[in-house]
């Protein structure tokens, strides 16, 4: 019952992605959670764990952070070379960059006020009214009466282009089919013979890059982040099994994406932010194609 009322909502709904939105709202967790065999494997999450080695470090969890200009502006980061990265390393000449958007400033419902602002009292590292300042990475430490981000220097302080001091969380919704033929096969990679898995992307105007659609729940290289601000997502795969469901999806692009389509899943693809690490994860979790090389594909997990 629950997945006949999945496929008509889908059928029914465009799709429309803008850069910070996708219009599955129709589509709560726990509807989807309750769906029949076509959907039945698309409840998995994939957290920030994903970006951990065996050490606890993370890998390449800090590099778009740091780039520059910041997105949507000409504001340079002040440089930060990787053994400066991590908080516990003396820098007393780290003299990192002020900035915050104008659209920030102005603030819209979404954004915090200026710490400045005697009327703004955050609860930092915990649930603040209808706020979560809570970390998926634990606590993290308030410096100056601003919070310090997790994963290290950035170059610049301020929130940039994000509304929350602290974390900022979202949820990136992956939704994922098997690549058929017109006959409705499933088709595979012919070298390494495993089946071809598509998701559902966009491509940025700002760079060009392909991304999941969604805004973005744990810690995620983005180069939104700012010292005092940073983006947490937990991505989830919805995943139509039988492609039943999801050849009904019309894909619309909104305003802010330069284009919108199903794009086959492997190691080529330039991604934004982590997603790189999101797509790969899924490829490992459906035992889909990943790499034309045998030694470097995916294996079930």
């Known amino acids: 019952m629950a997945g006949r009322f999945l496929g008509k909502t889908l059928a029914t709904v465009s799709l429309s992605v803008a850069l910070a939105s996708v219009t599955l709202k129709s589509l709560g967790r726990c509807s989807i959670a309750a769906c029949s065999n076509s959907f039945s494997s698309c409840g998995f999450h994939l957290n920030s764990n994903m970006m951990s080695g065996s050490d606890g470090t993370k890998e390449n969890s800090h590099n778009k952070a740091r780039t520059s200009p910041y997105p949507g502006s000409k504001v340079q980061r002040s440089q930060v070379p990787n053994e400066k990265v991590g908080w516990l390393v003396e820098w007393q000449d780290y003299n990192p960059v002020e900035y915050t958007a104008v659209s920030v400033l102005a603030g819209p419902r979404w954004a915090d006020p200026q710490i400045s602002e005697s009327s703004f009292s955050p609860k930092f590292n915990e649930k603040d009214g209808h706020v979560e300042r809570k970390s998926q990475n634990g606590l993290y430490e308030i410096e100056n009466g601003r919070p310090r981000n997790p994963a290290g220097r950035t170059g610049l302080v301020g929130r940039g282009l994000l509304g929350r001091w602290g974390p900022n969380h979202a949820a990136d919704p992956i939704i994922t089919r098997w690549k058929r033929d017109r006959s409705g096969n499933k088709i595979t990679h012919p070298i390494s013979g495993k089946n ?10 700002d760079c060009g890059e392909w991304a999941i659609p969604g805004i973005y729940k744990g810690y995620v290289d983005d180069p939104r ?11 989830v795969n919805y995943h139509d099994e039988t492609g039943e469901i999801m050849d009904n999806l019309t894909l619309e692009a909104g305003d802010d994406a330069g284009k919108v389509k199903w794009v086959d899943i492997s190691d080529k693809l330039k991604l ?11 490829a490992e979790k ?3 194609h990943w790499s034309e090389d045998s030694e470097t594909d995916c294996h079930g997990l």
């Open 196 to 205: 071809i898995l598509q998701f559902v992307a966009i491509k940025r105007k």
């Open 272 to 282: 934004y932010a982590s997603h790189f690490q999101f797509i790969k994860l899924v």
């Open 286 to 288: 459906r035992d889909a």
């Open 225 to 235: 982040n700012t010292d005092n601000a940073w983006m947490e997502t937990e991505a």
